[in-house]
């Protein structure tokens, strides 16, 4: 599975940005597909799960009620629609896909992994 994210910029806080990562391989459909982000200096952090099925979702407590992930197998692509952004949202975000037991949220679980797409979210 190949992955590749885009939709990153500048917003100002509140804002909004939806994110995408195109998927290209038929494995894709058989992944489950997670968003995570590293702000400078900081770690990689989960952010968002969805099952290969887009039927179950998971957030990280920083990303509940702004953050929604969604997936359209049909596509190949995997979504994070970030809403009400703050300043410390401001981070490279990650698409990557998994075959691990569900939910996973370890970094480490995550096979394959797009380059990353920068957030600014400006104050």
């Known amino acids: 599975v190949q992955l590749q994210a885009s939709g990153g910029g500048l917003v100002q806080a509140g804002g909004s940005l939806r994110l995408s990562c195109a998927a290209s391989?038929?494995?894709?459909?058989?992944?489950?597909m997670a968003w995570f982000r590293q702000a400078p200096g900081k770690e990689r952090d989960f952010v968002a799960s969805?099952?290969?099925?887009?039927?179950?979702?998971y957030y990280a407590d920083s990303a509940k009620g702004r953050l929604t992930i969604s997936r359209d197998n049909g596509k190949s692509a995997v979504y994070l629609q970030m809403n009400s952004l703050r300043p410390e949202d401001t981070a490279v975000y990650y698409c990557?896909?998994?075959?691990?037991?569900?939910?996973?949220?370890?970094?480490?679980?995550?096979?394959?992994w797009g380059q990353g797409t920068l957030v600014t979210v400006s104050s």
């Open positions: 990557a896909a998994t075959e691990r037991a569900w939910p996973a949220e370890a970094w480490h679980e995550y096979k394959y």
């Open positions: 391989g038929r494995a894709f459909i058989t992944h489950d």
């Open positions: 969805i099952t290969w099925s887009g039927g179950s979702t």
